[in-house]
């Protein structure tokens, strides 16, 4: 079915990669949001006993997680909206710009400090850079002939989006 070399298995690769990455990040925020349920509940029943300094302390926890979940929400969001571009660049069987704009975005990703400080998002992400680079040398031939406007500008668009989602993340927040 495939070519030894053929960019459409490594577009079905690192589709399976991101789905592995989304999918480990969304088992991460549901913990979380356990978690974060779980403390929210303790500092109400500390709050209702009139222990108001570890209620306090609770609090702060569950401010911290509450951080935490949405920088995974925001990582989610980046992770569908570039499975959606390579599904549709594996639809449309066009990689080249696919490749283009996933790059900046995979940079980002990797500036984020959750990814720097959990191991496992770190090696999902390099996986994740793996591929794309590889699906990157299989385009050094010449773009296809059959060049479709619409769908190269619906692939730029999604990863736009994805693109301006990492750099209001990424910029300090007042």
């Excluded at 994740?128 to 296809?144: C, G, I, M």
């Excluded at 692939?155 to 927040?173: C, Q």
């Amino acid at each position: 079915m495939f070519k030894r070399n053929d960019p459409l298995k490594k577009a079905f690769e690192t589709l399976y990669t991101v789905r592995l990455f989304r999918d480990r990040v969304s088992r991460l925020y549901n913990r979380l949001d356990e978690r974060r349920s779980e403390l929210k509940a303790r500092m109400l029943l500390l709050e209702s006993k009139g222990e108001s300094y570890l209620a306090k302390r609770y609090a702060e926890e569950t401010i911290k997680l509450e951080g935490l979940l949405k920088n995974l929400a925001i990582i989610q969001l980046v992770l569908d909206k570039v499975d959606i571009a390579l599904q549709h660049s594996i639809v449309m069987r066009e990689f080249n710009t696919l490749v283009l704009e996933l790059k900046p975005i995979i940079e980002e990703l990797s500036k984020l400090p959750i990814i720097r400080n959990i191991p496992e998002m770190g090696l999902l992400l390099a996986d994740l850079e793996e591929s794309v680079r590889e699906l990157a040398d299989l385009q050094t031939s010449p773009p296809n002939i059959t060049y479709s406007v619409p769908a190269t500008s619906e692939v730029k668009a999604v990863l736009e989006e994805a693109r301006e989602a990492l750099k209001k993340k990424l910029e300090p927040s007042v």
